[in-house]
């Protein structure tokens, strides 16, 4: 398993893997919003968290389908199921593989760019832990989706038609917990119920998306 | 070593194969002959685990069968010795490098261990495909058309390791292939299992 973890974190930071595409698309998104909404920081600090939340998931979204597809296309993932890894292992380490090269980047850029939004001071750390807790939820559902639409052809689009409404309660509770954090508030159970929702499905997940993938070989 | 009775085989939701058996003892091979579309390929994967058999049974020794296709799951941006080290490591192969040494040497790879997998000819992909079953040391093989773009020396070559290495190590094989591998090895022809057109089954297909 291990192996596998060493080959995709390899595969995604060779030419062509898309490393850092996704941390280059949040930075733009995030960039955008200023001169979209004005040079007002008020209203951007309020809506600074709503804005990093949204964009780290669309950052995510954003190689989602290069999971399985890549590994279905060359015949990589026929051949791993017929390896002593079980599926559900497979899973898994895709979606860290995932989470290290996507989630990971973006919560350590996540600081740098809440600065240029004005983001209130107190929220920083709940904006990285948000995130932390967050992220991981995002790689695993994503993996999920990626494994349903593995072998559809513009299975992208509609991977991201499937992925993004599993995607809502976490952006609601990891965007409060930011929120709660910027306004003084306590912002524990916001922060309790994200870590919830990541710990479900990364217990769960594997195992449906080992039986998509079963599925979707034959 | 691998025991197939009564097997029959689906590909999408039709019935393709029905009724096939046969026996495959450590250091034989079976060849698969008959036209194309009549479900060498099916049976294969059937074999492999990779699609669920409609009925019969396939006993072979766990964790033992290994698939190939003309999908190799070679890495573009791997090295071919990086590509054959992951599939040892998955495999939970002990002594990798003598290993991988071996299996280079057999495929006529050695030469080529720092290329990128992605600036193989054909050719040489194949040949790095098929040295993965050399690296992964399983005893059932189930290949699917493994000389595709092989020229006549490196069918020659895999024809040695198959016999000199891998038969004469108790492993076995059933291979579906057009050409004459010069293996003296008895052939099972697939047209007579064609299953009849109007044969029922796989009816969950349609809300998979």
């Known amino acids: 398993m291990i192996a596998l973890l060493l080959r995709d974190l390899r595969l995604a930071v060779r030419a062509g893997g898309g490393f850092g595409l996704g941390l280059a698309f949040f930075l733009i998104v995030v960039v955008l919003v200023p001169f979209g909404v004005g040079p007002e920081t008020e209203l951007l600090s309020r809506i600074a968290p709503g804005i990093l939340w949204v964009a780290s998931l669309l950052a995510a979204l954003l190689s989602l389908d290069r999971i399985f597809a890549l590994d279905f296309e060359d015949g990589s993932l026929a051949l791993l199921a017929t390896s002593p890894l079980p599926m559900e292992g497979v899973a ?13 980047p973006l919560t350590i850029a996540a600081p740098i760019l809440g ?88 217990a769960l997940l594997p195992f449906a998306t080992a039986a998509v993938l079963r599925i979707n070989l034959r | 070593m691998l025991r ?13 194969l029905s009724d096939i058996s046969f026996v495959v003892a450590p250091g034989e091979v079976l060849i698969l002959r008959g036209p194309n579309g009549i479900g060498k390929t099916t049976l294969l994967r059937t074999l492999a685990g990779l699609q669920p058999a409609l009925s019969g049974e396939i006993g072979h020794p766990e964790d033992q069968g290994a698939y190939t296709s ?99 190590q108790g492993g076995c094989a059933v291979i579906a292939t057009h050409i004459d591998l010069g293996l003296e090895a008895p052939e099972l022809d697939l047209t007579p299992f064609k299953s009849a057109l109007d044969a029922s089954g796989g009816s969950d297909e349609a809300f998979l």
């Open chain 1, 92 to 104: 898994l380490i895709k979606a860290t593989a995932h989470w290290i090269t996507t989630g990971l």
């Open chain 2, 4 to 16: 197939v009775t009564g097997l029959s085989c689906v590909r999408g939701g039709v019935p393709v």
């Open chain 2, 70 to 168: 003309h999908a190799d799951g070679i890495k573009a941006a791997l090295t071919v010795t990086e590509n054959l080290s992951f599939w040892a490591d998955v495999h939970g192969v002990t002594r990798v490098s003598s290993i991988l040494q071996e299996a280079l040497l057999a495929f006529d790879l050695a030469d080529l261990r720092d290329r990128l997998g992605g600036t193989l000819s054909a050719g040489q992909k194949r040949r790095l495909g098929l040295a993965r079953l050399a690296v992964i040391g399983r005893k059932v093989l189930f290949l699917d058309e493994p000389t595709v773009s092989l020229d006549r020396f490196s069918v020659k070559l895999f024809a040695d390791w198959l016999r000199d290495q891998h038969l004469a």
């Open chain 1, 115 to 202: 600065f240029l939004l004005s983001l209130a001071p107190e929220a920083y750390v709940y904006l990285l832990v948000s995130l932390l807790l967050g992220t991981p939820a995002l790689s695993m559902i994503g993996t999920f989706g990626a494994a349903l639409t593995v072998g559809l052809r513009r299975g992208g689009l509609l991977l991201s038609l499937l992925v993004l409404p599993l995607y809502v309660p976490t952006l609601i509770f990891g965007a409060e917990a930011v929120r709660r954090g910027a306004d003084g508030l306590d912002p524990t159970g916001a922060l309790m119920l994200l870590g919830g929702i990541t710990a479900g499905t990364v």
